[in-house]
């Protein structure tokens, strides 16, 4: 009964301490500095464009795989 207390003792713990992080958050907003806001939007923009020719390549070979393997089905399928 002990480790059934404990655990929700736990569980809440973590629920408050997460619930108390996100609110300092919110509250830091105005005091951001321009430079840090600055820079993590432009750390932003620079992951976004070196993600998307990636995003695009890969999406592009995992199609020509995909259509390899069902194909592959379809036709073993049909010939039957």
Do not use: E, H
């Amino acid at each position: 009964m002990f480790n059934k207390m404990r655990n929700k003792v736990i569980l809440a713990g973590g629920v408050a301490t997460t619930v108390l992080a996100g609110a300092s958050q919110a509250m830091a907003v105005g005091v951001a500095d321009a430079a840090v806001t600055g820079a993590m939007t432009s750390l932003a923009d620079n992951i976004v464009a070196t993600l998307t020719p990636v995003a695009v390549a890969g999406i592009g070979i995992f199609t020509i795989f995909l259509a390899f393997r069902y194909g592959k089905k379809i036709f073993t399928t049909a010939a039957k």
